[in-house]
């Protein structure tokens, strides 16, 4: 698949996003990877298949966001930018709650703000958010976690119905545990604040899904190359599930 047009995509500097960065420099987008870890923005870009501008960009600050996007005419915006702390309930502080809604909910709201007004005036545009199977259901020790991403995917919901009938689409992928930095960071937590041993919650994690193995990063940037494709056109407000049949609706 090749395609060409602008795509930016948030949280690009390592694991998911690095390898949807990737996978749209490969398909031929011009690609911007953005994040807040300059050094790892460089990896991604230097690792690339091909050219990958960088920039560094809070989701959360809004001020950040406007200068960023001003003049920029995005064809693909990939929300992917996001925080998995995890935490028994009566463990998680009221700052950890709204870190991470900052993060994982009010980052997409206020990129995709950014780039509606444009897209609709061209009338194309992808916009795709990177959820989770979180955005589903809910699972222990991921209160903060699973309430932001029900926010986010319920955002991109309302974004859709807004859009229904133009050329631009919102969608959203929704993957199980992937094998990923962030991974590796909530294993050690969840070791920490759960009194589980990290043996124990690696395979925990790897059977969640009936593939019996956490997913590749790879495969998140293959369905996000679909829906970025001009192809997918007729798929709006739709969150596809990557978590080998475990969760079926």
Excluded at 147 to 158: D, E, T, Y
Excluded at 179 to 205: C, N, W, Y
């Amino acid at each position: 698949m090749t395609s060409s047009g602008l795509c930016v995509v948030t949280g690009g500097s390592r694991g998911i996003g690095r390898a949807i960065v990737h996978r749209m420099a490969a398909d031929g987008y011009e690609v911007i990877a953005t994040g807040r870890d300059e050094a790892a923005l460089a990896e991604t870009a230097a690792s690339a298949p091909a050219p990958v501008q960088t920039a560094v960009l809070d989701v959360t600050d809004p001020s950040q966001i406007e200068e960023f996007f001003a003049g920029k005419e995005v064809d693909v915006l990939v929300n992917n930018a996001g925080i998995a702390p995890s935490s028994p309930i009566h463990k998680v502080t009221l700052e950890e709650w709204e870190h991470t809604m900052l993060v994982n909910a009010t980052g997409p709201f206020l990129c995709t703000k950014a780039v509606l007004p444009g897209m609709k005036e061209r009338d194309y545009g992808r916009i795709i958010t990177v959820a989770s199977v979180a955005s589903h259901v809910g699972g222990r020790y991921t209160a903060a976690y699973t309430a932001s991403k029900h926010a986010a995917l319920g955002f991109i919901r309302v974004v859709a119905a807004e859009l229904a009938g133009t050329g631009v689409t919102a969608n959203a992928v929704c993957p199980a545990y992937v094998d990923t930095p962030m991974t590796d960071a909530s294993v050690a937590r969840m070791e920490e604040k759960t009194g589980m041993d990290e043996e124990q919650i690696r395979k925990t994690l790897a059977n969640f899904t009936p593939l019996g193995r956490l997913l590749r990063p790879e495969e998140i940037a293959h369905a996000v190359a679909f829906l970025a494709s001009p192809d997918s056109s007729a798929i709006n407000g739709h969150s596809i599930i990557l978590d080998g049949g475990g969760l079926q609706r």
